[in-house]
Every structure is written in C-alpha cells, then in structure tokens.
T-cell receptor
Framework: DTAVSQTPKYLVTQMGNDKSIKCEQN?????MYWYKQDSKKFLKIMFS???????INETVPNRFSPKSPDKAHLNLHINSLELGDSAVYFC?????????????FGSGTQLSVL | GEDVEQSLFLSVREGDSSVINCTYT??????LYWYKQEPGAGLQLLTY?????DMKQDQRLTVLLNKKDKHLSLRIADTQTGDSAIYFC???????????FGTGTKLQVIP
C-alpha cells in the first residue's frame, strides 16, 4: 500500500484554467504539506496543515488554495493557472507535534501549463 | 544568503566514497536530515542527526555535523550505481513543523 499518494501524476493544461491535485496518506499522521519543486530541483514549502488546520502558509499567490477535509487528505486547488506555475508539486506528511519531523513524500504531480 | 546551500553536482567512480556537503542557516535546528530523490520520485529520508551529536553512522552512511560552522556532510562509502540520485539536506529553522530543504546535490556514479 502506498503511504502518501497523490493524483494525478501528470497534469497538462492551458493558461487560465483551474485545476486540483489530490493527496491522501494512510500513515495516521497529523501533519500534511505541499511543496513545489522547480526546474532547478529547488524545493520550497507552500503550505502545512496539522489536523486539518493551516499552520504554515508561505508567500504563495492566493490563486493557490489548499483544502483539508480530514487529517488524511490535503488537496491543492489552483485558479487561473499561469506559465510560472509549471513545476512538480509534492505532497508530504509527518507525525506532527514532535521536534523530529520525518517527512514521507508522495511521488509528485508534474504540472505543465501551456 | 538565506538558502541552505549545497554544491550542485558530484561525480564519483563506483566503489569510491562520496562526500556531499551542506551549509545550513539556523543554529537552533534541533535535527538535520538527509533525503534522497531518485528520478521521477518523491524524496525519501535517508538519515538524520540530532544537533548535539557530531557524528552518526548508519551502515554505508556517515553524517558529520559541525555546529560552529553550520556545516553538515554525508559520506557514502563504497558508492554504487544505485546511489545515483539528488541528495538534499534539510533543517527545521525556528520550529519543528517547517522543514527547509537545501538546493540539492546531484550525485552521478560512474561504473
């Protein structure tokens, strides 16, 4: 069983469209994250949720809206897609509430905006 | 700068040792981590070290920590072709739920 699964794996879309990426974890973790990896492989945190509550919101355009219906799911909705949104988006989870937060990553969603 | 810095690329011959270096930013990070990313996959935790330790060994992996210089290194002994990947160091600056990653080092192992 995959611990952190995200769908879709590939997403190709036109500028201006709205799209969603879904993420689920079956590890019983309390904390979930979205990271963005650009073409140079630089990995930057976007959001973090702990038990359905937003705890980290980096300087991300408000076109990006995370939603956590329960602590096992964290979805990412993106409005009015732009060329610069093209990247690989990773979902991750961790136990939460500890000083040693080991992250478990999904396999990524490669988003291409044309 | 404010980024966790790593050199971009390292090439070694199979069987040699690899040493990947990292300069982190926040001396209050309680734990420091090394992650591995294979092509087309997510990151996978390799090992971590508690900030009051100087060294940790885990099979072929040795982590060295120099807190004074905020320098972290990962040594891979007897490097194999399966070790080819991008390696990221990570810290938890200012809080335990914000893991910040380094710029990544691509390790190429030549057979």
């Amino acid at each position: 069983d995959t611990a952190v699964s995200q769908t879709p794996k590939y997403l190709v879309t036109q500028m201006g469209n709205d799209k969603s990426i879904k993420c689920e974890q079956n590890l019983g973790h309390d904390t979930m994250y979205w990271y963005k990896q650009d073409s140079k492989k630089f990995l930057k945190i976007m959001f973090s949720y702990n038990n359905k509550e937003l705890i980290i919101n980096e300087t991300v355009p408000n076109r990006f809206s995370p939603k956590s219906p329960d602590k096992a799911h964290l979805n990412l909705h993106i409005n009015s897609l732009e060329l610069g949104d093209s990247a690989v988006y990773f979902c991750a989870s961790s136990l939460g509430g500890t000083t040693n937060e080991k992250l478990f990553f999904g396999s990524g969603t490669q988003l291409s905006v044309l | 700068g404010e980024d966790v810095e790593q050199s971009l690329f390292l090439s070694v011959r199979e069987g040699d040792s690899s040493v990947i270096n990292c300069t982190y930013t926040d001396s209050s990070s309680t734990y420091l981590y090394w992650y591995k990313q294979e092509p087309g996959a997510g990151l996978q935790l390799l090992t971590y070290i508690f900030s009051n330790m100087d060294m940790k060994q885990d099979q072929r992996l040795t982590v060295l920590l120099n807190k004074k210089d905020k320098h972290l290194s990962l040594r891979i002994a007897d490097t194999q072709t399966g070790d080819s990947a991008i390696y990221f160091c990570a810290e938890t600056p200012g809080g335990y739920q914000k893991v910040t990653f380094g710029t990544g080092t691509k390790l190429q192992v030549i057979p």
